[in-house]
C-alpha cells in the first residue's frame, strides 16, 4: 500500500527493512520454512488437545488404546480407497 501510495505522490515511503522483507516473502524456502513451523506448532496443539479429551473421556489408558486399535480395524484397506 505504501509502495502504491508513494508512486503516487513521487516519494519514497518505503524503508531498506521493508524491502527486505517484500523479497523474504518471495523467497520459497522462507515461505516453506513459515509453514512447517506453524503446521508443526499446529500439530502439537491438536496432540495435547487429543490427548485432554481422552483422559476426560476415558477411564484408563488401556480404554484409549481399544479405542484406538478398534477404530484403525474399521478402516477399510487402503487399496480400496
Given at each position: 500500500m505504501r509502495n502504491k501510495i508513494g508512486q503516487l505522490r513521487g516519494?519514497?515511503?518505503?524503508?531498506e527493512k521493508d524491502y527486505e522483507q517484500?523479497?523474504?516473502n518471495c523467497d520459497p524456502k522462507?515461505?516453506?520454512k513459515k509453514y512447517r513451523i506453524s503446521s508443526l506448532i499446529?500439530?502439537?496443539l491438536f496432540v495435547v488437545?487429543?490427548?485432554?479429551?481422552w483422559s476426560i473421556?476415558?477411564?484408563?489408558i488401556a480404554e484409549m488404546k481399544h479405542y484406538l486399535t478398534c477404530s484403525l480395524?474399521?478402516?477399510p484397506p487402503l487399496s480400496e480407497v
Open positions: 516519494v519514497e515511503l518505503l524503508t517484500m523479497r523474504q522462507y515461505i516453506a499446529h500439530l502439537v488437545g487429543q490427548a485432554i479429551f473421556g476415558t477411564d484408563s480395524r474399521s478402516l
